[in-house]
């Protein structure tokens, strides 16, 4: 095989790629290209991904069109049996998955154990899928006329994940999808392809039927082929919101369903009242769990009248304990996931620095208890921020809180309310009225009342606003369930000789 690399190399220790899973197994496929995958712990090349072309789509695809009757016709019982043996499964040896995420993605082994935690989460909750999937029944709508409505599958539907979270997001939406009876292609992030294939030969472990759960590794060039396949009728994706835009008005053009979860910009709005060592911890974990890499991450917080400088003191006090490095090492903070992720978020810090921002704490200069090759930033704390900066402006995804000051909570609200994202955000407040009022006032999707990452429980729905989501559905909960079914009604009479004769008339009730 001939490979192109996508990255700059710094040592393979691998050589074959991780590949594909087709109809319950390893796929290697035909395509000549390959990418790189780093330990960002390490800064060292840990095996090459396959990179699929459209004929390894095809392939992916074909399996779960073919798999699609059988799957579809498996009884209730039966599905969520299989999920039920998945959960199980799965939390006994999250373990083994916790490390593969850590060797790939970097973050620390406990936060990878937590996004496998939220997951399994969703898988609980389509494990109720009999409960959630049935239909109304009115017997009599019409004298002698039942009507019934029944909640299809659509059939084989794409799956296309980020980097950030390579075993949470996909377990946002395929419990669902399988339970509700489709079959699935799974695209993951080219970054840490790993978990993917973990989870299917998990998913096979559990019973599931070959060809029912696919994965094609791959970069653009899948994700395309994935969109315009007139065999995919739905597509669940999560990334950046350009590519999220692009994902939903090429796929909505090729006639499918949609859901297409975006970037962020996370504020967090500290009231006067508020007590400031609670929100110092929230705004120290929510700003730099997984080194920011979080679509949750709060990354602006506003503090409002003359709490700030008192509060940005806490917060720099708890940051200078924090520890980063290999996440194998019991460390609070591991490296960024790439060293050109690295070197973006830093160029960040220089810009605010540049644009006046005052560098109260300095992740450039971090000492790392790890392999000095590692794509280390440590935690950023930018104070005296202002929104005209691009520090401010752009989502970083990475270790750095700016502080912005507000006068009033309606110089707050509005800063918030004008910011282009609306994926989460949280009030810190003793103030019950001003919380109700935030609730209610503020544009975004998600919202936390001393809650600092308000992450939906599985059987709420999640998903942002404005450029943080394109499509109606939010992810898993009961939008899940709606979004990979489609509903027939039927209105049913069993015949008797008082139906009879000719009426062109428009149906009415009687
Ligand atoms: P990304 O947009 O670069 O990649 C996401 C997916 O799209 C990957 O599978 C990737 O291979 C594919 N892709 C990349 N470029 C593409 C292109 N030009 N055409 C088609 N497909 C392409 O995102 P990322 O860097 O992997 O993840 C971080 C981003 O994801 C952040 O913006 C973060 O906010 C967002 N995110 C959002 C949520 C949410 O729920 N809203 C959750 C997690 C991450």
Redesign the pocket.
């Known amino acids: 095989m001939t490979t192109t690399d996508t990255t700059t190399a710094a040592s393979t220790t691998a050589s074959t790629p991780v590949s594909h899973w087709v109809n319950g197994q390893p796929y290697a496929g035909n395509a000549e290209r390959s990418a790189e995958v780093f330990n960002p712990a390490t800064g060292q090349v840990s095996s090459r991904v396959a990179l699929a072309g459209a004929e390894d789509v095809e392939h992916a695809v074909a399996a779960a069109t073919a798999a699609f009757p059988a799957w579809r016709d498996t009884s209730l019982a039966k599905r969520t049996a299989i999920l039920f043996t998945f959960r199980e499964l799965l939390n006994a040896r999250k373990h083994e998955l916790a490390e593969i995420i850590t060797a790939e993605h970097g973050k620390v082994l406990s936060d990878a154990l937590g996004e496998i935690t939220r997951g399994q989460e969703v898988v609980e909750f389509a494990c109720g899928i009999a409960d959630l999937v049935k239909g109304g029944m009115t017997e009599n709508a019409s004298t002698n006329v039942d009507v019934y409505s029944v909640n299809h599958p659509l059939g084989p539907v794409a799956i296309?994940?980020?980097?950030?979270?390579p075993a949470m997001?996909p377990m946002w939406f395929f419990p669902l999808a399988l339970a509700t009876g489709n079959t699935v292609v799974l695209?993951?992030?080219?970054?840490d392809p790993s978990a993917s294939l973990w989870l299917a030969e998990l998913l096979g472990e559990a019973g599931l039927p070959d060809g029912v759960f696919n994965v094609v590794q791959g970069?653009?060039v899948a994700?395309?082929s994935l969109l315009t396949h007139s065999d995919i009728k739905a597509v669940s994706f999560?990334?950046?919101?350009p590519?999220a835009r692009?994902?939903y008005e090429t796929a909505t053009a090729a006639g499918k369903r949609v859901q297409a979860?975006?970037?962020?910009k996370n504020h967090m709005l500290v009231l006067p009242d508020a007590d400031l060592d609670l929100a110092a911890d929230a705004a120290v974990n929510a700003g730099f769990g997984s080194a920011g890499e979080r679509?949750m991450a709060i990354s602006a917080l506003v503090a409002v009248g003359p709490v700030g400088d008192e509060l940005v003191a806490k917060i720099t006090e708890r940051m200078n304990n924090l520890t980063v490095g290999d996440g194998r090492r019991n460390c609070d903070m591991g490296p960024l996931v790439t060293k050109d992720h690295r070197d973006k978020v830093a160029s960040y810090i220089d810009a605010g620095e540049r644009d006046g921002a005052v560098v109260v704490a300095d992740g450039r200069t971090v000492t790392p208890n790890g392999d000095e090759a590692g794509f280390w930033l440590g935690p950023t704390l930018l104070d005296q921020v202002t929104p005209g900066m691009s520090v401010y402006t752009d989502?970083i995804?990475g270790p750095v809180l700016s502080v912005l000051r507000a006068d009033t909570y309606e110089e707050g609200l509005e800063l918030i309310n004008s910011n282009p994202y609306g994926?989460g955000t949280a009030i810190f407040t003793n103030d019950g009225g001003a919380a109700r009022r935030f609730r209610d006032e503020v544009q975004v999707g998600m919202v936390g009342v001393n809650v600092p990452i308000p992450v939906p429980v599985a059987y709420y729905s999640?998903g942002?606003w404005k450029s943080?989501?394109f499509g109606d559905a939010h992810a898993y909960g009961h939008h899940g369930v709606s979004f990979y079914t489609r509903t027939k009604v039927v209105t049913e009479r069993w015949l008797d000789p008082s139906h009879g004769g000719i009426n062109l008339g428009f149906p009415q009730n009687d």
């Not at 296309?160 to 979270?165: D, R, Y």
């Not at 695209?187 to 970054?191: A, I, Y």
């Not at 979860?261 to 962020?264: D, K, R, W």
């Open positions: 296309i994940s980020p980097f950030n979270f997001v695209k993951p992030s080219e970054k970069d653009k994700v395309d999560v990334g950046s919101t590519i692009y994902v979860l975006g970037g962020a679509c989502e995804f994926n999640f942002g943080s989501l």
